[in-house]
């Protein structure tokens, strides 16, 4: 088992600038989680899934879109991405209330 | 609302020496708590969970943590520390329902040799 992987692990982007971030699971669990990880802030839910086609908002959605058309895949968009995007990217899955932490994307938008 | 808090932003200690960092919460049901440990670079990985029974819960890596619902605290603990062990720790409670956690903003631990 892969865990959980995310792909890029570090991207510098251009403000006004879009990407997506993939998270993929291989162990078929139902909920999966975007966070980011700010110095001093922890981890802030910024969009979750419960279940394959459907998303939901979290503490800090905005600027940021996601889609879950796939079970194992969870993408997360930035559609023109701002310097106060300028974080540490982590998607997890879970089946219950325990979650599973890929490896994180760091992302610099200049 | 419920938050989490980690009092102490970073803490130092010696090789071989005891370890406790502090977690308290804030939420009005039964909560699911968690230690999640981050070592520089990688994702979190999950140390222990407190669901419900017995109040003092074992983990990996020669932790342990106490739930006190009296004092809203899930402490961790270390008898003896490892140089292996610096890394940032996050205290988490798991929201009734079951798919979203509140993270605390994490303890730095450096050890000294």
């Known amino acids: 088992n892969a865990g959980v992987t995310q792909t890029p692990k570090f991207r510098v982007l251009k403000t006004g600038q879009s990407m997506t971030l993939l998270c993929a699971q291989d162990m078929n669990h139902e909920y999966m989680y975007w966070y980011r990880q700010d110095p001093g802030m922890g981890l802030r839910l910024i969009h979750y899934?419960?279940?394959?086609?459907?998303?939901a908002k979290g503490e800090v959605p905005d600027g940021y879109n996601v889609s879950r058309l796939k079970k194992q895949n969870f993408l997360l968009g930035l559609e023109s991405a701002a310097p106060s995007q300028t974080s540490v990217y982590f998607c997890?899955?879970?089946?219950?209330?325990?979650?599973?932490f890929g490896p994180g994307t760091r992302l610099l938008v200049l | 609302a419920q938050s989490v808090t980690q009092p102490d932003i970073h803490i130092t200690v010696s090789e071989g020496a005891s370890l406790e960092l502090r977690c308290n919460y804030s939420?009005?049901?039964?909560?699911?708590l968690f230690w999640y440990v981050q070592s520089p670079g990688q994702g979190l990985q999950l140390l222990l969970k407190?669901?419900?029974?017995?109040?003092l819960v074992q983990g990996i890596k020669g932790f342990e943590a106490e739930f006190k619902r009296s004092q809203s605290s899930f402490n961790l603990r270390k008898p003896s520390v490892h140089w292996s062990d610096a890394a940032e720790y996050f205290c988490?409670?798991?929201?009734?329902?079951?798919?979203?956690?509140?993270f605390g903003a994490g303890t730095r631990l450096f050890v000294k040799a």
């Open positions: 899934s419960v279940g394959e086609g459907t998303t």
């Open positions: 407190y669901f419900s029974g017995d109040t």
């Open positions: 997890a899955s879970g089946r219950s209330e325990t979650q599973y």
């Open positions: 988490a409670v798991g929201l009734t329902g079951g798919f979203k956690t509140i």
């Open positions: 939420y009005g049901a039964t909560p699911y």
